[in-house]
């Protein structure tokens, strides 16, 4: 079912192998977004080792995770809240769980969950998560490598899938079985690829990009990306580098950002 007409967020998920920068684009897209103070934003965490966090400077306090496992210890302990009241409480917890800093807010998803049987609350979490996205302008989801996550856990339904590699053919073998598995399992509007950590135009013109995967530009290998992320500094505090401004360039052509002329 296409329910995108009755969701207010762009829900923009970021994808691609191992260590290619999903995070650090993840936190530079959430940096572009939320400069201007119109726009709220909610940066969605859902990799189990929390780097979004690291990169954004932001201290966690409660996860999604930490919050089922609440709940699961409820109901082992006996505890039988009704269903209504079982989903107030989720929902205030849940609140609770997002750290917000003016126009920005903040959720970390955890580990991942162990298998069991307590899928009825996963469900329960999956539409919390979508119900709170609804209140935001933009969402960011920085995953783990693979769509997994973004595809059965976190988010059904994702506007734009933003797929990053770098120029290796294992980094952008792995965005094409990505976009695939996206073809058959996610409903979104764009799909855009950024190339990252390229030399020069002269290595982009070099790399062959199948059409479909549609490039929507390169990010440089940057000096203050990689200082930043050496010293533990968040990268909000950024004031201008050269992988933010080719990262807005990126966000023009896939249509999330305007230009100021
Ligand atoms: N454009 C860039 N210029 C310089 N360094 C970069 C750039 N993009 C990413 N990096 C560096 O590359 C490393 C990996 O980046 P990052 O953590 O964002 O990748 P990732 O895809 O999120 O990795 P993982 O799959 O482990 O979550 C980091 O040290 C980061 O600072
Ligand atoms: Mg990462």
């Known amino acids: 079912m296409d329910n995108s007409q009755n969701c207010k967020a762009k829900v923009i998920a970021v994808c691609g192998k191992g260590g290619v920068g999903k995070t650090s684009i993840s936190a530079i897209l959430v940096k572009i977004l939320s400069s201007n103070h119109k726009n709220s934003v909610l940066a969605i965490d859902a990799d189990p080792a929390v780097g979004l966090a ?18 699961i210890q409820r109901v082992q302990s006996g505890n039988t809240d009704s269903k209504t009241e079982m989903l107030n409480m989720l929902d205030y917890e849940m609140l ?11 959720l970390a998803i955890g580990r991942p969950e ?11 979490l999956k539409d919390i998560i979508t119900s709170i996205a609804d209140n935001f302008d933009y969402v960011v989801i920085d995953g783990e490598a693979g769509i997994e996550q973004v595809n059965r856990r976190v988010m059904q339904r994702v506007s734009h899938m933003i797929l ?6 294992k980094g952008l073998n792995v965005v094409k079985t990505i976009k695939d598995v996206a073809d058959e399992a996610i409903e979104y509007e764009k799909l855009g690829l950024i190339l990252n950590r390229l030399r020069s135009e002269a290595e982009r013109l070099h790399v062959s990009v199948p059409s479909e995967l549609n490039c929507i530009g390169w990010i440089p290998e940057d000096d203050t990306i990689r200082s930043f992320d050496i010293e533990g500094k ?19 052509e896939i249509g999330l950002f305007r230009q100021a002329v």
Not at 114 to 124: D, F
Request: aromatic share 4%; net charge negative; glycine share 4%.
């Open 54 to 71: 690291i990169s954004l400077g932001i201290n966690i306090k409660k996860t999604v995770d930490d919050i089922r496992n609440d709940i």
């Open 96 to 106: 609770s769980a997002v750290e917000e800093h003016n126009n920005l807010a903040f």
């Open 114 to 124: 162990k298998e069991g049987c307590y899928c009825q609350v996963n469900h329960i």
């Open 164 to 169: 990053v590699s770098d120029a290796s053919a």
């Open 234 to 252: 968040s990268i909000l505090d950024i004031t201008d580098c050269s992988a933010i401004r080719a990262s807005k360039k990126c966000l023009t």
